[in-house]
Structure formats: C-alpha cells, structure tokens
C-alpha cells in the first residue's frame, strides 16, 4: 500500500471567492502513481470549504448568494466580538473541509458535471489544499 | 491490500425522492471479502446527494420539506438560465455526494437507525452508485 | 496495512451540546500505531454529528444558535407524531455524522483551527464514537 501526500496553494482574491482546483488535485492523484484506492481532499482551515459542483458560472453565483444568505455577515455573532468572520466559521462547518473520491484506474473517479472547488469564506487569504491519495 | 468497486443504478420516479439504498450497500461491500477497512459510497452526480438517517416515512416527507425549503425551485437563480436545476445544484452542494462507513468484521458498522439513501433531486433519472470499499 | 479501531463513549449533559473530542480522537490514533493512512472519526447515531471548527466559546454559542435556527423544534414536523426529535435529525443530515482526516507522521494533519467536536442534537445521551485509523 501506499500513502502519497501532494499540498498545494490557493491564493484568493477577494472576500469570498470559489477557485477551481480540479485540475491540481487530478494531477496530484495521477503523480502518485496509485492505480486504485481513495483520494481526500482536505483544507486544514476553518473559515474555508470543500465542494464539488457544476462549472458553470451562474451557478458559482448563486452558490456564493446562497452561502451568504444562509450565512449573513455581521448578523450579531458572537464570534464577532473576538473576530469579525462568525459567519465564515459558520458555512465552513456547514459545507465542510474535505471530500473524498474513488481513485480507480489512476484516475479520480468523478462526475462530469463534478469540479472540485474551494470556497474561500474569508479572503483574500493563502489557502493550503492536502491531496492524500492510499491505495495500490 | 483490496480495493473492490461495485456500481449499481437507481431509477428514480419523482422529481425529487429518497431512495433507500441500505441493502445493496450492505451486499456490496459483503461481497468484497474485504474484513476490515472503508466503506466509501458516492455519486458521480451534481443533482443528487447521499444521506444516512432514520428509515421512517414521516421523517422521509420532513427530509424532503426541508430540502424544499432551503432550496426551492426557480427562486432567480442565475443557473436556471441555462437550465432549470439550479435549487437541485445547491442543495447537493450543501448535502454532499458521498459518505464514508467504517467496515469491520465484513460490516458495515453503522448505527441501527442510519438508513443509507441516494435522494436525487432532479428526477426522474437514472443515477448510478459506487459503492468502494478498500481494506484487508 | 493496518486497520484500528477505538471506541469511547460521550456522556452529554444539555439538550443540544458541543462536546470537544480532539485530544480523545489524537490519543486514538497516536495509539494505533499507524504512520501515515487515514483516521475516520464517525458516530453511529442520527440525531448527533460530527462538526470541527475553532473552539471558542462564543462560536460555540453561534453555531448552536444556528443550528436552532435552521432546525427549530416542534415545527410541524411529521416524524414527531412518532417521536419529539425531528428537528435533532435533520440538523444531523445536514451537517453528517463522520469527517475523514489525513494521518501523517503517526499525527492527524488538522489545522490549528479545527478542533473536532461532537454534536448531540437530542441529549442528555450517551454518545459514542469510533475512532478507525487505515494505513501503515
């Protein structure tokens, strides 16, 4: 068995961005050199998410209005007397740090319609992704 | 080491609908030989998630209320421009299209009251399940 | 390969409670002896979760505020004809009952922010959780 680990940066540019990060994390699956197995994407943040959806850039649009509804900036947080991003806490715990994938023929098992994205929730910041990828 | 892929296929009826899929998890991942290890089940889709809960019809309906709630259908969304899914989009974005089981002793080691089920939410279709379970 | 498992039991004591379980899944998967794989903490139960986040107190009280607000009690729910706690499962479908965390040099590779907590949506209960590292 092996256990390969890739990191790699994410550098946002705005309050709350989604970056498209299917193509780093393909690459990193594909450089380990295992064949089958799983592949975890992870962020080690807390004011930061993992998904995967559908590139299309109205839906990354209404995926960024949902999360601020759901998640209203300023909404009289608590958090906020230490910190000013209760709100990006919030849809981090909400949406998730990390995904899991199928690793099946060297290849990331997904959907078409499945790109892997980060969702900065409190930018412009640096970001670090981990690609483990375990299997034979 | 192994890792065993099954893929099975559920055709939906309804525009959006819980499908219990428990059982041929269950089968799945006892047909593996696999002992001890992980249990990954995902869906290689954008417009549908995976859940695991209770298996009681009254909550069932509460699920889907509240699915419906969140995410109702043709509230503006930009995506709905291009097509006319953007609600099943985001509620699968925020449910998430996977979940991972502990297998131990040949089983799926999961609580007596976690049901497993595909809920597609852009129905009817034909949507496909990968049940991977990787260990010794 | 090895595969470990290590159980432990949360006795909670409120209604809705975060109980902090980081140093208890550390301790789980320093034990097990195993070096780089991966550790999936998981809760056999559907009205908990399993959340991380940053442990301050007032994020506490905000990420409890939010789950009562997305997840009133005794909102009409159909499943509480049969039971009290509709509202304790679907908070436990959105937010899951398992995170997958990378193990990298015989320690889980959180970030500084992310301390590992279950949630007990329907308490006082004894909870527990299962501690599954895979790897060499």
């Known amino acids: 068995m092996k256990t390969v680990f890739t990191e790699f940066t994410v550098s946002t540019t705005k309050k709350v961005e989604l970056v498209n990060i299917t193509r780093r994390v393909e690459e990193a699956a594909e450089a380990s050199g295992v064949r089958n197995g799983l592949c975890l994407v992870y962020v080690p943040h807390s004011t ?58 060297s290849k990331i098992a997904r959907g078409v319609w499945q790109s892997i994205f980060l969702l900065d929730l409190d930018g412009p910041r640096s970001r670090r992704v981990t690609v483990e990828v375990l299997g034979e």
Chains 1, 2, 3 share one sequence.
């Open 48 to 105: 930061a998410a993992l998904i995967a959806n559908e590139n299309e850039a109205g839906l990354i649009q209404d995926i960024l209005n949902k999360v601020e509804g759901f998640f209203s900036p300023g909404a009289g947080y608590r958090h906020d007397l230490v910190d000013d991003n209760a709100h990006a806490h919030l849809a981090s715990v909400f949406l998730g740090f990390s995904q899991v994938f199928p690793l099946r023929n």
